[in-house]
Protein backbone atom coordinates (compact mmCIF):
# COMPACT_ATOMS: atom_id res chain seq x y z
CA UNK A 1 0.00 0.00 0.00
CA UNK A 2 1.46 3.72 -1.22
CA UNK A 3 2.26 5.62 1.76
CA UNK A 4 2.36 9.57 1.04
CA UNK A 5 3.38 12.05 4.18
CA UNK A 6 1.40 15.31 4.16
CA UNK A 7 2.58 18.44 6.25
CA UNK A 8 -0.94 20.32 7.46
CA UNK A 9 0.28 23.90 7.71
CA UNK A 10 -1.14 27.54 8.35
CA UNK A 11 -1.60 30.80 10.51
CA UNK A 12 -2.20 29.67 13.93
CA UNK A 13 -5.60 29.50 14.81
CA UNK A 14 -6.70 28.42 11.19
CA UNK A 15 -8.25 25.78 12.24
CA UNK A 16 -6.10 22.90 11.35
CA UNK A 17 -5.51 20.58 14.43
CA UNK A 18 -9.53 20.82 14.29
CA UNK A 19 -9.71 19.94 10.71
CA UNK A 20 -7.31 16.90 11.24
CA UNK A 21 -9.15 15.45 14.33
CA UNK A 22 -12.36 15.54 11.74
CA UNK A 23 -10.71 13.79 9.02
CA UNK A 24 -9.15 10.84 10.81
CA UNK A 25 -10.71 11.25 14.46
CA UNK A 26 -7.23 11.97 16.33
CA UNK A 27 -6.46 14.83 18.36
CA UNK A 28 -3.22 15.63 17.43
CA UNK A 29 -2.97 18.19 20.49
CA UNK A 30 -1.43 15.68 23.19
CA UNK A 31 0.40 17.71 25.77
CA UNK A 32 -0.99 19.55 28.79
CA UNK A 33 0.34 22.82 27.47
CA UNK A 34 -1.06 22.67 24.12
CA UNK A 35 -4.48 21.96 26.32
CA UNK A 36 -3.97 24.78 27.99
CA UNK A 37 -3.29 27.46 25.87
CA UNK A 38 -5.53 26.11 22.82
CA UNK A 39 -2.54 26.09 20.31
CA UNK A 40 -0.21 23.13 18.64
CA UNK A 41 3.45 23.39 20.25
CA UNK A 42 4.58 19.91 19.00
CA UNK A 43 3.95 17.99 15.50
CA UNK A 44 0.81 16.31 15.87
CA UNK A 45 0.43 12.73 13.75
CA UNK A 46 -2.55 11.18 12.37
CA UNK A 47 -3.91 8.58 9.63
CA UNK A 48 -6.22 8.43 6.78
CA UNK A 49 -6.33 5.35 4.63
CA UNK A 50 -8.21 6.02 1.32
CA UNK A 51 -7.77 3.83 -1.82
CA UNK A 52 -5.22 1.61 -1.03
CA UNK A 53 -3.28 4.93 0.31
CA UNK A 54 -1.95 5.58 4.04
CA UNK A 55 -1.67 9.30 4.36
CA UNK A 56 0.39 10.78 6.95
CA UNK A 57 -0.89 14.13 8.10
CA UNK A 58 1.92 15.71 10.21
CA UNK A 59 -0.50 18.31 12.10
CA UNK A 60 2.58 21.34 12.11
CA UNK A 61 1.82 24.39 14.78
CA UNK A 62 0.72 27.66 13.31
CA UNK A 63 2.45 29.76 15.65
CA UNK A 64 6.15 32.21 14.61
CA UNK A 65 7.76 30.70 17.83
CA UNK A 66 7.34 27.36 16.86
CA UNK A 67 8.79 27.28 13.36
CA UNK A 68 11.46 25.55 14.01
CA UNK A 69 9.10 22.63 14.98
CA UNK A 70 6.82 23.06 11.24
CA UNK A 71 10.01 23.33 9.42
CA UNK A 72 10.70 19.59 11.14
CA UNK A 73 7.38 18.49 9.94
CA UNK A 74 7.61 19.88 6.48
CA UNK A 75 11.26 18.58 5.70
CA UNK A 76 9.57 15.03 6.22
CA UNK A 77 6.51 16.10 3.69
CA UNK A 78 6.08 14.99 -0.03
CA UNK A 79 3.02 17.80 -0.11
CA UNK A 80 0.87 20.35 2.11
CA UNK A 81 -2.22 20.61 2.93
CA UNK A 82 -2.68 24.28 3.35
CA UNK A 83 -4.93 26.35 5.96
CA UNK A 84 -6.62 28.83 5.46
CA UNK A 85 -9.59 30.35 7.71
CA UNK A 86 -11.99 32.08 5.37
CA UNK A 87 -12.85 34.39 8.34
CA UNK A 88 -9.28 35.98 8.45
CA UNK A 89 -7.30 35.40 4.85
CA UNK A 90 -4.01 34.75 4.57
CA UNK A 91 -1.64 35.88 7.17
CA UNK A 92 1.80 36.36 8.36
CA UNK A 93 2.36 32.80 8.84
CA UNK A 94 0.21 32.00 5.77
CA UNK A 95 3.00 33.19 4.25
CA UNK A 96 6.28 31.86 6.02
CA UNK A 97 4.58 28.37 5.87
CA UNK A 98 4.41 28.57 1.92
CA UNK A 99 7.51 29.65 1.34
CA UNK A 100 9.23 27.38 3.87
CA UNK A 101 7.49 24.78 2.17
CA UNK A 102 8.68 26.07 -1.31
CA UNK A 103 12.14 25.67 0.54
CA UNK A 104 12.16 22.24 1.45
CA UNK A 105 11.38 21.07 -2.24
CA UNK A 106 7.29 20.84 -2.03
CA UNK A 107 5.66 21.71 -4.96
CA UNK A 108 2.58 19.89 -4.17
CA UNK A 109 -0.36 21.48 -2.57
CA UNK A 110 -3.81 20.94 -1.31
CA UNK A 111 -5.90 23.84 -0.21
CA UNK A 112 -8.59 23.68 2.94
CA UNK A 113 -10.75 27.34 3.44
CA UNK A 114 -11.70 26.81 6.72
CA UNK A 115 -14.63 27.73 9.00
CA UNK A 116 -16.61 28.44 6.30
CA UNK A 117 -19.45 28.13 8.59
CA UNK A 118 -18.38 31.68 10.54
CA UNK A 119 -19.17 33.32 6.92
CA UNK A 120 -22.03 31.26 5.79
CA UNK A 121 -23.47 32.69 2.82
CA UNK A 122 -20.09 34.98 1.91
CA UNK A 123 -18.17 34.15 -1.52
CA UNK A 124 -14.96 32.93 -0.79
CA UNK A 125 -13.77 32.70 -4.72
CA UNK A 126 -12.06 35.97 -3.94
CA UNK A 127 -10.03 34.50 -1.26
CA UNK A 128 -9.29 30.75 -3.49
CA UNK A 129 -8.02 33.44 -5.93
CA UNK A 130 -5.54 34.97 -3.53
CA UNK A 131 -4.35 31.62 -2.24
CA UNK A 132 -3.74 30.26 -6.11
CA UNK A 133 -1.75 33.62 -6.33
CA UNK A 134 0.46 32.94 -3.01
CA UNK A 135 0.89 29.58 -4.38
CA UNK A 136 1.92 30.08 -7.71
CA UNK A 137 4.61 32.90 -6.72
CA UNK A 138 6.29 30.38 -4.77
CA UNK A 139 6.28 27.59 -7.46
CA UNK A 140 3.34 25.27 -6.21
CA UNK A 141 1.19 23.46 -9.03
CA UNK A 142 -1.58 23.96 -9.74
CA UNK A 143 -3.88 23.09 -6.14
CA UNK A 144 -7.44 22.03 -5.27
CA UNK A 145 -9.31 24.56 -2.97
CA UNK A 146 -11.85 23.12 -1.04
CA UNK A 147 -14.25 24.88 1.42
CA UNK A 148 -14.71 22.75 4.58
CA UNK A 149 -15.76 23.50 8.51
CA UNK A 150 -14.07 21.29 10.58
CA UNK A 151 -16.99 22.00 13.13
CA UNK A 152 -20.05 20.99 10.91
CA UNK A 153 -18.25 18.58 8.52
CA UNK A 154 -19.06 20.38 5.10
CA UNK A 155 -16.80 19.75 2.64
CA UNK A 156 -14.98 16.91 4.36
CA UNK A 157 -15.28 14.23 1.22
CA UNK A 158 -14.58 16.44 -1.28
CA UNK A 159 -11.07 17.34 0.91
CA UNK A 160 -10.47 13.44 1.39
CA UNK A 161 -11.08 12.98 -2.26
CA UNK A 162 -8.58 16.18 -2.95
CA UNK A 163 -6.38 14.60 -0.63
CA UNK A 164 -6.37 11.12 -1.97
CA UNK A 165 -5.66 12.47 -5.58
CA UNK A 166 -3.19 14.32 -4.46
CA UNK A 167 -1.20 11.53 -2.47
CA UNK A 168 -1.04 9.53 -6.28
CA UNK A 169 0.88 12.53 -8.06
CA UNK A 170 3.18 13.30 -5.20
CA UNK A 171 6.99 12.81 -6.37
CA UNK A 172 8.82 10.24 -5.16
CA UNK A 173 10.59 9.72 -2.27
CA UNK A 174 14.58 10.15 -2.40
CA UNK A 175 16.90 7.31 -3.13
CA UNK A 176 19.02 6.24 -0.64
CA UNK A 177 21.87 3.89 -0.48
CA UNK A 178 19.91 2.49 2.87
CA UNK A 179 17.18 3.35 5.08
CA UNK A 180 17.39 6.74 6.70
CA UNK A 181 15.11 7.81 9.57
CA UNK A 182 15.17 10.83 10.93
CA UNK A 183 13.94 10.66 14.65
CA UNK A 184 11.10 13.12 15.58
CA UNK A 185 9.86 11.48 19.01
CA UNK A 186 10.93 9.82 21.98
CA UNK A 187 9.81 8.22 24.38
CA UNK A 188 9.37 4.77 26.35
CA UNK A 189 6.74 2.38 27.00
CA UNK A 190 6.16 -0.25 29.49
CA UNK A 191 6.95 -3.48 28.80
CA UNK A 192 8.82 -2.11 25.40
CA UNK A 193 11.70 0.42 26.38
CA UNK A 194 12.82 2.78 24.06
CA UNK A 195 10.27 4.13 20.82
CA UNK A 196 11.47 6.49 17.84
CA UNK A 197 9.11 7.45 15.60
CA UNK A 198 9.87 9.02 11.79
CA UNK A 199 8.96 9.18 7.98
CA UNK A 200 11.06 6.31 6.93
CA UNK A 201 13.12 7.20 3.29
CA UNK A 202 15.51 5.56 1.19
CA UNK A 203 14.98 1.99 1.77
CA UNK A 204 13.13 -0.68 3.96
CA UNK A 205 13.59 -1.58 7.27
CA UNK A 206 12.45 -5.06 8.87
CA UNK A 207 12.50 -6.36 12.62
CA UNK A 208 15.50 -7.62 14.23
CA UNK A 209 17.29 -5.48 11.39
CA UNK A 210 21.05 -3.58 12.20
CA UNK A 211 20.51 -0.10 12.57
CA UNK A 212 22.67 2.94 13.78
CA UNK A 213 22.42 5.35 15.74
CA UNK A 214 23.65 8.60 14.51
CA UNK A 215 25.41 11.11 15.51
CA UNK A 216 25.46 8.98 18.69
CA UNK A 217 27.28 6.48 16.77
CA UNK A 218 25.76 3.11 18.41
CA UNK A 219 24.53 0.15 16.27
CA UNK A 220 21.39 -1.41 17.97
CA UNK A 221 18.95 -3.39 16.22
CA UNK A 222 14.94 -3.69 15.39
CA UNK A 223 12.94 -4.69 18.26
CA UNK A 224 9.42 -4.18 16.78
CA UNK A 225 7.78 -1.99 13.98
CA UNK A 226 4.49 -0.40 14.11
CA UNK A 227 3.02 1.15 10.79
CA UNK A 228 -0.20 3.13 10.54
CA UNK A 229 -0.59 1.98 14.35
CA UNK A 230 -0.44 -1.40 13.34
CA UNK A 231 2.15 -3.76 14.75
CA UNK A 232 4.48 -4.92 11.06
CA UNK A 233 7.37 -7.42 10.39
CA UNK A 234 8.59 -4.40 7.49
CA UNK A 235 7.87 -0.98 6.43
CA UNK A 236 8.42 0.50 3.11
CA UNK A 237 10.19 4.45 2.42
CA UNK A 238 7.79 6.73 2.72
CA UNK A 239 6.01 4.98 5.81
CA UNK A 240 5.60 7.06 9.05
CA UNK A 241 6.78 4.25 11.55
CA UNK A 242 7.41 3.57 15.35
CA UNK A 243 10.22 1.74 15.94
CA UNK A 244 11.40 -0.13 19.22
CA UNK A 245 14.82 -0.30 20.22
CA UNK A 246 16.88 -3.20 21.96
CA UNK A 247 19.42 -1.62 24.45
CA UNK A 248 19.32 1.77 24.41
CA UNK A 249 17.55 4.02 26.41
CA UNK A 250 15.72 6.94 25.77
CA UNK A 251 17.54 9.53 27.27
CA UNK A 252 20.92 8.54 24.83
CA UNK A 253 18.16 9.79 22.06
CA UNK A 254 17.34 13.19 20.65
CA UNK A 255 15.02 14.50 18.62
CA UNK A 256 16.62 15.73 15.28
CA UNK A 257 18.70 12.26 15.62
CA UNK A 258 19.15 9.67 12.97
CA UNK A 259 18.42 5.65 12.59
CA UNK A 260 19.96 4.74 9.31
CA UNK A 261 21.84 1.82 7.49
CA UNK A 262 25.26 1.21 9.74
CA UNK A 263 27.65 1.95 7.30
CA UNK A 264 25.74 4.03 4.52
CA UNK A 265 25.84 7.65 6.53
CA UNK A 266 28.20 9.09 8.58
CA UNK A 267 28.70 12.33 11.19
CA UNK A 268 30.16 15.30 10.14
CA UNK A 269 30.61 18.89 10.58
CA UNK A 270 30.33 20.79 7.12
CA UNK A 271 28.01 20.10 4.39
CA UNK A 272 28.90 21.22 0.96
CA UNK A 273 25.50 23.20 -0.32
CA UNK A 274 24.02 25.32 -2.95
CA UNK A 275 21.80 27.70 -1.90
CA UNK A 276 18.11 28.99 -3.77
CA UNK A 277 19.70 32.57 -2.68
CA UNK A 278 22.71 34.63 -1.11
CA UNK A 279 21.51 37.72 -1.09
CA UNK A 280 21.01 38.15 2.59
CA UNK A 281 24.02 36.24 3.29
CA UNK A 282 27.77 37.33 4.34
CA UNK A 283 30.47 35.31 4.16
CA UNK A 284 31.08 33.53 7.47
CA UNK A 285 27.87 34.31 9.03
CA UNK A 286 26.65 32.57 11.45
CA UNK A 287 23.17 30.97 10.90
CA UNK A 288 20.88 28.46 12.24
CA UNK A 289 20.22 25.47 9.82
CA UNK A 290 16.86 23.45 9.73
CA UNK A 291 16.88 20.14 7.96
CA UNK A 292 15.24 16.75 8.84
CA UNK A 293 14.30 17.08 12.32
CA UNK A 294 17.28 19.15 13.85
CA UNK A 295 18.49 22.74 14.05
CA UNK A 296 22.13 23.61 14.48
CA UNK A 297 23.99 26.65 14.72
CA UNK A 298 26.09 26.60 11.68
CA UNK A 299 28.82 29.20 9.87
CA UNK A 300 28.29 30.10 6.17
CA UNK A 301 31.53 29.96 3.95
CA UNK A 302 30.75 31.20 0.73
CA UNK A 303 33.11 29.43 -1.71
CA UNK A 304 32.85 32.82 -3.78
CA UNK A 305 33.13 35.29 -1.48
CA UNK A 306 33.20 37.97 -4.41
CA UNK A 307 30.72 36.39 -6.09
CA UNK A 308 28.27 35.49 -4.17
CA UNK A 309 25.62 34.42 -6.81
CA UNK A 310 27.14 31.78 -7.94
CA UNK A 311 25.19 30.00 -4.56
CA UNK A 312 27.62 27.31 -3.71
CA UNK A 313 28.81 27.09 -0.01
CA UNK A 314 29.99 25.22 2.99
CA UNK A 315 28.01 25.10 5.76
CA UNK A 316 30.42 24.06 9.13
CA UNK A 317 28.57 22.80 11.90
CA UNK A 318 29.53 23.45 15.80
CA UNK A 319 28.71 19.72 16.29
CA UNK A 320 28.72 16.85 14.31
CA UNK A 321 25.30 16.31 11.89
CA UNK A 322 23.62 13.75 9.54
CA UNK A 323 22.23 14.62 6.11
CA UNK A 324 22.20 12.59 2.85
CA UNK A 325 23.80 14.06 -0.45
CA UNK A 326 19.66 15.80 -2.28
CA UNK A 327 18.79 16.67 1.43
CA UNK A 328 16.85 20.01 1.44
CA UNK A 329 17.55 22.52 4.12
CA UNK A 330 16.81 26.25 5.47
CA UNK A 331 18.70 28.88 6.97
CA UNK A 332 17.22 31.49 9.27
CA UNK A 333 18.92 34.21 11.44
CA UNK A 334 19.59 33.23 14.45
CA UNK A 335 19.38 37.02 15.88
CA UNK A 336 16.25 37.78 14.10
CA UNK A 337 14.37 34.28 13.95
CA UNK A 338 14.08 35.27 10.00
CA UNK A 339 14.10 32.66 7.62
CA UNK A 340 17.16 33.55 4.66
CA UNK A 341 17.42 31.25 1.88
CA UNK A 342 16.71 27.55 1.50
CA UNK A 343 19.61 24.77 -0.64
CA UNK A 344 20.62 21.28 -1.21
CA UNK A 345 22.97 19.60 0.19
CA UNK A 346 25.77 18.45 -2.47
CA UNK A 347 28.28 16.89 0.08
CA UNK A 348 26.96 15.23 3.70
CA UNK A 349 30.40 14.59 4.72
CA UNK A 350 32.56 17.42 3.17
CA UNK A 351 36.46 18.25 3.38
CA UNK A 352 37.62 21.78 4.48
CA UNK A 353 38.49 23.24 0.96
CA UNK A 354 40.71 26.31 1.84
CA UNK A 355 42.66 26.15 -1.50
CA UNK A 356 41.27 25.86 -5.31
CA UNK A 357 37.91 26.79 -4.43
CA UNK A 358 36.90 27.46 -8.22
CA UNK A 359 37.87 24.03 -9.27
CA UNK A 360 35.71 22.85 -6.30
CA UNK A 361 32.85 24.98 -7.18
CA UNK A 362 33.01 23.04 -10.50
CA UNK A 363 33.15 19.61 -8.90
CA UNK A 364 29.71 21.11 -7.13
CA UNK A 365 28.10 21.62 -10.35
CA UNK A 366 29.03 18.68 -11.57
CA UNK A 367 27.29 16.62 -8.43
CA UNK A 368 24.09 18.39 -9.87
CA UNK A 369 24.14 16.70 -12.99
CA UNK A 370 24.01 13.47 -11.27
CA UNK A 371 26.02 12.02 -13.91
CA UNK A 372 28.98 10.10 -12.23
CA UNK A 373 30.92 10.62 -15.29
CA UNK A 374 30.96 13.79 -15.15
CA UNK A 375 30.83 13.84 -11.44
CA UNK A 376 34.81 12.47 -11.70
CA UNK A 377 35.64 14.33 -14.29
CA UNK A 378 35.42 17.54 -12.20
CA UNK A 379 36.95 15.42 -9.11
CA UNK A 380 40.01 14.25 -11.58
CA UNK A 381 40.39 18.31 -13.15
CA UNK A 382 40.67 19.20 -9.57
CA UNK A 383 42.78 16.69 -8.17
CA UNK A 384 45.32 16.52 -10.67
CA UNK A 385 44.27 13.32 -12.41
CA UNK A 386 42.89 11.72 -9.29
CA UNK A 387 39.57 10.90 -7.59
CA UNK A 388 38.71 9.42 -3.62
CA UNK A 389 36.26 7.07 -4.35
CA UNK A 390 34.30 7.85 -1.36
CA UNK A 391 33.94 11.12 -2.29
CA UNK A 392 32.67 9.83 -5.79
CA UNK A 393 30.47 7.82 -4.37
CA UNK A 394 28.86 10.40 -1.67
CA UNK A 395 27.95 13.14 -4.64
CA UNK A 396 27.15 10.21 -7.06
CA UNK A 397 23.58 8.64 -6.80
CA UNK A 398 24.22 5.68 -9.08
CA UNK A 399 27.21 3.07 -9.67
CA UNK A 400 29.99 3.78 -11.29
CA UNK A 401 31.96 1.92 -14.35
CA UNK A 402 34.48 3.81 -16.87
CA UNK A 403 37.51 1.35 -16.98
CA UNK A 404 38.77 3.05 -20.06
CA UNK A 405 38.82 6.50 -18.93
CA UNK A 406 39.50 6.06 -15.01
CA UNK A 407 41.51 2.72 -13.84
CA UNK A 408 42.66 1.77 -9.76
CA UNK A 409 45.27 2.60 -7.95
CA UNK A 410 44.09 1.78 -4.95
CA UNK A 411 40.75 0.55 -3.02
CA UNK A 412 40.73 4.33 -1.92
CA UNK A 413 41.84 5.93 -5.75
CA UNK A 414 40.96 6.14 -9.74
CA UNK A 415 43.21 7.28 -11.62
CA UNK A 416 42.54 9.09 -15.04
CA UNK A 417 43.94 7.11 -17.88
CA UNK A 418 44.69 10.45 -19.51
CA UNK A 419 46.20 12.21 -17.13
CA UNK A 420 48.60 9.20 -16.44
CA UNK A 421 49.54 8.71 -20.09
CA UNK A 422 49.92 12.60 -20.35
CA UNK A 423 52.36 12.14 -17.31
CA UNK A 424 54.28 9.34 -18.98
CA UNK A 425 54.74 11.62 -22.19
CA UNK A 426 56.08 14.27 -19.58
CA UNK A 427 58.28 11.63 -17.52
CA UNK A 428 60.04 10.46 -20.86
CA UNK A 429 61.15 14.18 -22.52
CA UNK A 430 62.49 15.32 -18.92
CA UNK A 431 64.36 12.16 -18.79
CA UNK A 432 65.67 12.83 -21.92
CA UNK A 433 67.10 15.95 -21.34
CA UNK A 434 68.29 14.99 -18.12
CA UNK A 435 70.43 12.06 -19.68
CA UNK A 436 71.73 14.57 -22.44
CA UNK A 437 72.79 17.14 -19.18
CA UNK A 438 74.85 14.17 -17.87
CA UNK A 439 75.10 11.19 -20.27
CA UNK A 440 77.25 9.76 -17.89
CA UNK A 441 75.24 9.09 -15.38
CA UNK A 442 73.65 5.57 -15.54
CA UNK A 443 70.57 5.94 -13.63
CA UNK A 444 68.37 9.32 -12.11
CA UNK A 445 66.84 9.52 -8.95
CA UNK A 446 63.22 8.84 -8.22
CA UNK A 447 63.39 12.82 -6.26
CA UNK A 448 64.71 14.72 -9.63
CA UNK A 449 62.58 12.79 -11.48
CA UNK A 450 59.28 13.91 -9.66
CA UNK A 451 60.34 17.48 -8.52
CA UNK A 452 59.67 19.03 -11.85
CA UNK A 453 56.35 17.54 -12.16
CA UNK A 454 54.47 19.19 -9.17
CA UNK A 455 51.25 19.74 -8.33
CA UNK A 456 51.32 16.24 -9.88
CA UNK A 457 50.70 14.01 -6.89
CA UNK A 458 52.97 11.66 -5.95
CA UNK A 459 50.66 8.59 -6.52
CA UNK A 460 49.76 9.44 -10.18
CA UNK A 461 53.60 10.03 -10.94
CA UNK A 462 54.17 6.40 -9.58
CA UNK A 463 51.10 5.08 -11.27
CA UNK A 464 52.78 6.86 -14.83
CA UNK A 465 56.38 5.40 -13.89
CA UNK A 466 55.39 2.32 -13.21
CA UNK A 467 53.52 2.03 -16.79
CA UNK A 468 56.50 2.88 -18.54
CA UNK A 469 58.60 0.49 -16.78
CA UNK A 470 55.72 -2.36 -17.47
CA UNK A 471 55.97 -0.71 -21.26
CA UNK A 472 59.64 -0.99 -21.65
CA UNK A 473 59.94 2.74 -22.18
CA UNK A 474 62.20 3.17 -18.74
CA UNK A 475 64.00 0.60 -16.51
CA UNK A 476 64.59 0.46 -12.49
CA UNK A 477 68.37 0.27 -11.81
CA UNK A 478 69.32 0.39 -8.29
CA UNK A 479 67.70 3.01 -6.90
CA UNK A 480 66.89 4.81 -9.78
CA UNK A 481 65.22 5.21 -12.91
CA UNK A 482 66.87 5.46 -16.54
CA UNK A 483 65.51 5.10 -20.12
CA UNK A 484 65.16 1.81 -21.55
CA UNK A 485 67.96 2.59 -24.24
CA UNK A 486 70.53 4.74 -22.33
CA UNK A 487 74.09 3.73 -22.22
CA UNK A 488 76.13 5.92 -20.08
CA UNK A 489 78.85 3.88 -21.12
CA UNK A 490 78.82 4.02 -25.07
CA UNK A 491 78.53 7.89 -25.03
CA UNK A 492 81.56 8.82 -22.77
CA UNK A 493 84.08 10.65 -24.59
CA UNK A 494 87.76 10.03 -24.56
CA UNK A 495 88.24 12.00 -21.71
CA UNK A 496 85.82 10.68 -19.63
CA UNK A 497 86.71 6.88 -20.28
CA UNK A 498 90.74 7.91 -19.48
CA UNK A 499 88.78 9.18 -15.67
CA UNK A 500 86.65 6.02 -15.65
CA UNK A 501 89.83 4.12 -15.78
CA UNK A 502 91.68 5.95 -13.30
CA UNK A 503 88.90 6.03 -10.78
CA UNK A 504 88.81 2.44 -10.77
CA UNK A 505 92.35 1.89 -10.96
CA UNK A 506 92.87 4.16 -7.65
CA UNK A 507 90.07 2.65 -5.54
CA UNK A 508 91.84 -0.81 -6.79
CA UNK A 509 94.83 0.49 -5.29
CA UNK A 510 93.71 1.69 -1.90
CA UNK A 511 92.59 -1.99 -1.06
CA UNK A 512 90.61 -1.99 2.47
CA UNK A 513 91.51 1.45 3.16
CA UNK A 514 90.03 3.83 1.02
CA UNK A 515 90.53 7.44 0.85
CA UNK A 516 88.50 9.88 -0.95
CA UNK A 517 88.45 9.71 -4.63
CA UNK A 518 87.89 13.57 -5.24
CA UNK A 519 87.99 16.04 -2.01
CA UNK A 520 84.99 18.09 -3.56
CA UNK A 521 83.78 15.76 -6.66
CA UNK A 522 82.18 17.51 -9.98
CA UNK A 523 78.96 15.99 -11.11
CA UNK A 524 80.56 14.59 -13.92
CA UNK A 525 82.87 12.79 -11.65
CA UNK A 526 80.13 11.81 -9.47
CA UNK A 527 78.56 10.56 -12.25
CA UNK A 528 81.44 8.25 -13.64
CA UNK A 529 81.77 6.63 -9.91
CA UNK A 530 77.96 5.68 -9.90
CA UNK A 531 78.54 4.53 -13.31
CA UNK A 532 81.17 2.14 -11.90
CA UNK A 533 78.86 0.86 -9.29
CA UNK A 534 76.52 0.43 -11.93
CA UNK A 535 78.94 -1.57 -13.54
CA UNK A 536 79.46 -3.60 -10.58
CA UNK A 537 83.28 -2.14 -10.43
CA UNK A 538 82.54 -0.86 -7.17
CA UNK A 539 80.74 -1.35 -4.33
CA UNK A 540 79.09 1.45 -1.97
CA UNK A 541 79.16 0.32 1.90
CA UNK A 542 77.57 2.57 4.28
CA UNK A 543 78.86 2.96 7.94
CA UNK A 544 76.22 3.97 10.09
CA UNK A 545 78.19 5.19 13.50
CA UNK A 546 79.83 7.37 10.78
CA UNK A 547 76.98 7.99 8.82
CA UNK A 548 79.82 7.83 5.82
CA UNK A 549 79.48 5.73 2.69
CA UNK A 550 82.60 3.49 1.98
CA UNK A 551 83.71 2.80 -1.71
CA UNK A 552 85.52 -0.51 -2.40
CA UNK A 553 86.54 -2.00 -5.37
CA UNK A 554 85.16 -5.39 -6.58
CA UNK A 555 88.17 -7.06 -6.66
CA UNK A 556 88.85 -5.68 -2.98
CA UNK A 557 86.11 -7.54 -1.54
CA UNK A 558 87.06 -10.64 -3.48
CA UNK A 559 90.41 -10.61 -2.07
CA UNK A 560 89.33 -10.00 1.23
CA UNK A 561 86.93 -12.55 1.20
CA UNK A 562 89.47 -15.11 0.34
CA UNK A 563 91.87 -14.39 2.83
CA UNK A 564 89.34 -14.22 5.54
CA UNK A 565 88.16 -17.87 4.21
CA UNK A 566 91.65 -18.89 4.15
CA UNK A 567 92.47 -17.64 7.23
CA UNK A 568 88.99 -18.96 9.19
CA UNK A 569 88.36 -22.53 7.18
CA UNK A 570 86.28 -25.14 8.85
CA UNK A 571 83.81 -22.50 10.08
CA UNK A 572 86.09 -20.91 12.63
CA UNK A 573 84.80 -18.11 14.74
CA UNK A 574 86.90 -14.72 14.35
CA UNK A 575 85.79 -11.31 15.68
CA UNK A 576 85.46 -7.94 14.38
CA UNK A 577 89.31 -7.56 15.88
CA UNK A 578 90.53 -10.14 13.99
CA UNK A 579 88.96 -10.06 10.68
CA UNK A 580 90.19 -5.79 11.03
CA UNK A 581 93.75 -7.23 11.82
CA UNK A 582 94.31 -10.14 9.15
CA UNK A 583 92.70 -7.71 6.34
CA UNK A 584 94.88 -4.68 7.38
CA UNK A 585 91.44 -2.53 7.58
CA UNK A 586 90.74 0.41 9.32
CA UNK A 587 87.93 0.91 11.60
CA UNK A 588 86.17 3.06 8.72
CA UNK A 589 85.83 0.06 6.65
CA UNK A 590 85.90 -2.96 8.62
CA UNK A 591 82.44 -2.74 9.98
CA UNK A 592 80.44 -1.83 6.73
CA UNK A 593 82.93 -4.79 4.95
CA UNK A 594 82.00 -7.61 7.43
CA UNK A 595 77.89 -6.34 7.31
CA UNK A 596 78.09 -6.81 3.43
CA UNK A 597 79.20 -10.36 3.91
CA UNK A 598 76.66 -10.83 6.33
CA UNK A 599 74.00 -9.50 3.61
CA UNK A 600 75.23 -11.63 1.73
CA UNK A 601 75.60 -14.71 3.68
CA UNK A 602 78.99 -15.74 3.25
CA UNK A 603 79.43 -14.90 6.81
CA UNK A 604 77.16 -15.78 9.67
CA UNK A 605 77.23 -13.90 12.86
CA UNK A 606 75.87 -14.91 16.25
CA UNK A 607 76.72 -12.02 18.95
CA UNK A 608 80.24 -10.59 18.74
CA UNK A 609 81.44 -13.43 16.35
CA UNK A 610 81.30 -14.39 12.52
CA UNK A 611 82.43 -17.83 10.78
CA UNK A 612 82.45 -17.96 7.23
CA UNK A 613 79.89 -20.12 5.76
CA UNK A 614 79.69 -20.22 2.11
CA UNK A 615 82.00 -20.11 -0.48
CA UNK A 616 84.11 -16.69 -2.20
CA UNK A 617 82.17 -16.79 -5.68
CA UNK A 618 79.39 -15.08 -3.67
CA UNK A 619 81.45 -12.06 -2.01
CA UNK A 620 82.29 -10.47 -5.97
CA UNK A 621 78.19 -10.71 -6.92
CA UNK A 622 77.18 -7.58 -8.26
CA UNK A 623 74.03 -7.33 -6.34
CA UNK A 624 75.99 -7.11 -3.16
CA UNK A 625 76.02 -3.20 -3.32
CA UNK A 626 74.06 -1.06 -0.62
CA UNK A 627 73.97 2.09 -2.28
Given at each position: MRSVTIAVIGHVDHGKTLLVHALTGVDT???????????????????LSQDSCNINLIDAPGHVDFTRMTASGLSGASAILLVVSARDGIQKQTIEHVNLAHLFGIDQAVVAITKTDLVEGENTAALHAQVSKLLSEFGFQSSKIVDVSGRTGVGLNALIVALTGLAKVVSKAPVLKGFFLPIDRVFSADGAGTIITGTLLGGSLKIDQEVSLLPLGRTTSARGLEA?????????????????????????????????????????????????????????????????????????????????????AQLEFEKPQVAYQSQ????????????????????????????????HILVLQAAETKNPLTIANAIADRDHGLVDVASLSRLCSTSFECADIFEPRSPNTLVRVSDREALQTQIVSNMHQMHAARPCRPFIDPGEIETPLRPAPKILIDAACERLVKTGQIRRQDAGLTLADHDPISGMTTQQIHLYRSIEDRSKAFGVRPKNLFET???????????????????????????????????????????????FANEQSFTTSLAREVLGANRKTIVPLLEHFDRIQFTRRSGNLRSIISDTSRVSSPTASTG
Open positions: DTLKDEKARGLSIALGFAGDRNRVAAAEAGTRIAVNLRAIETKDIRKGDVLCAPGDFASTKRFDVRLTSTNALEHMQHVEVLFGTSHAAARVRLYAAENAKSGYRFVLRDPASAQTLCGGIILDPQADLILRKKAAPTLEQTDLIECLIWKGRLVSLYNHSLKRKVLLHTDVIQDAGALLAQT
